[in-house]
């Protein structure tokens, strides 16, 4: 592996640390800043992981197709360096608003994701993207490992370290990816900028056209937004359904992100070569499926930690449902299409925080009546069973690869 490789790994890595960082002091963070109870944090929390979510949307295909143009390294070291000014920023916010900001600038920031994945497909051998991808997913893994670890130990001292902690990291790759990254757009493969391709509306009309990657995208979109029930309300849901604090939030998340790592980072090179990428993709939506019901009745923190490795099976599904589509297009399009994956997340994204947040706090209420904190992980299950069903239907046939 050269050094662009890994400077590429570590991009995604400390991205992933920085909102790893966080997480474990979210709840008392925004109940410290709005003065409100928890549920109302979790909605506050929705929100501030939509506005992050949107934005991704918006900047993803922009940065995707700036990168085909001017190059991936100027897309990324700008975007590192606007990173640990803005954690800089969360870091000194006192109110909700200044973090309300502080989360839209970090979207844009954080719409680096598919330029690192473009990146990592001009160096992959033609039929090897889906296991390049699958390096990605496992550098952004690793840094769900350390990035709650840290910021569990951290959140001890106080809610805004982890900010500092992440203003730190995003400073330090971007000054490592000044010394060692170069550029990997030759001029046989670069693309002239069209604004028209940047818009992300024009570009899923443009791109759900071509054969088989409309159905795709619906497949990769509806899992996004049922795996995202981890980051969206996981803290929450540890807080009330087994009490845990901070620092057991982010040793939680720290097992999720070591078993996410060992299926993205190993296990998928071995599923791919004995399944192919259409077989482990289906691997991945029926073991989401089992994990999401398991968590529904789970009432000991015990045994949720347990199943956490279960859970992560379910992560085989995105960089086999990459492969499939990167596959299908040229190397010329690869900025586009990644562009278009990183917008596709981004959307669910926007839509998973404000959904599962929305159902938990619903049922952790006094007044609802009903008090069932998991209720978020029986919608994944529902979206789980639907993504499922698109994916087997004969008219939905995808070409096995």
């Known amino acids: ?11 995604v890595m400390i991205d992933a640390m920085g909102v790893g960082l966080i997480m474990p002091v979210m709840p008392d963070l925004i109940t410290e800043v709005t003065g409100g109870t928890l549920s109302d944090a979790a909605l506050w929390g929705g929100v501030l992981t939509t506005a992050f979510a949107v934005m991704q949307f918006l900047f993803s295909p922009l940065l995707g197709n ?33 973090l ?26 033609p039929g090897k993207e889906a296991q390049g991808f699958g390096l990605i997913s496992a550098a952004i893994g690793l840094g769900f490992i350390l990035g709650p670890l840290i910021g569990g130990v951290l959140g001890e001292y106080g809610t805004r370290a982890p900010f500092w902690a992440a203003a730190f990291l995003a400073g330090a790759n971007g000054l490592l990816g000044w010394a060692v990254f170069r ?47 981890y980051p969206a309300v996981w803290a929450y849901f540890g807080k009330a359904r087994f ?25 998928i090179r071995s599923l791919i070569d004995r399944l192919g990428n259409r077989g482990t993709a289906l691997f991945g939506l029926v073991f989401s499926g089992i994990s999401y019901g398991a968590l529904s009745v789970v009432t000991s923190g015990q045994l949720a930690l347990i199943l956490t490795p279960l859970a992560a099976l379910g ?26 994956l990183g917008s596709t997340s981004a959307i669910a994204m926007a839509i998973a925080p404000l959904l599962m947040t929305a159902t938990f706090a619903h049922f952790t209420r006094a007044e609802t009546g009903i008090y069932f904190p998991p209720a978020p992980f029986l919608v994944a299950l529902f979206l789980t069973v639907l993504t499922l069903a698109l994916f087997l239907a004969p008219a939905s046939q995808q070409q096995k690869s």
């Open 66 to 98: 700036l990168s085909d143009w001017l190059g991936r390294r100027p897309v990324l070291l700008v975007s590192l360096a606007v990173m640990a000014a803005d954690y800089v920023v969360m870091a000194l916010a006192g109110t909700l608003w200044l």
């Open 315 to 340: 992560a085989a599904f995105s960089p086999a449902m990459q492969g499939i589509l990167s596959q299908r297009l040229g190397p010329s399009r690869q900025g586009e299409l990644q562009g278009l």
């Open 243 to 267: 009490g845990w604090e901070p620092g057991m939030i982010g040793v939680s998340l720290a097992i999720f992100g070591v078993s996410l790592v060992l299926v993205q980072g190993v296990l």
């Open 1 to 11: 592996m050269n050094l662009t490789a890994v400077f590429l790994l570590a991009t």
């Open 100 to 125: 309300l900001i502080g989360r839209l600038i970090g979207g844009i920031t954080a719409a680096t994701h598919a330029t690192a994945s473009a990146t990592m497909a001009d160096l992959a051998e």
């Open 183 to 229: 550029e990997t757009v030759t001029d046989a493969i670069r693309r002239p900028f069209v604004l028209r391709k940047s818009n992300p509306f024009s570009a899923f009309l443009a791109m759900s056209h071509l054969p088989g990657v409309g159905r795709g995208l619906i497949g990769f979109f509806l899992y996004q937004v049922s795996f995202a029930v």
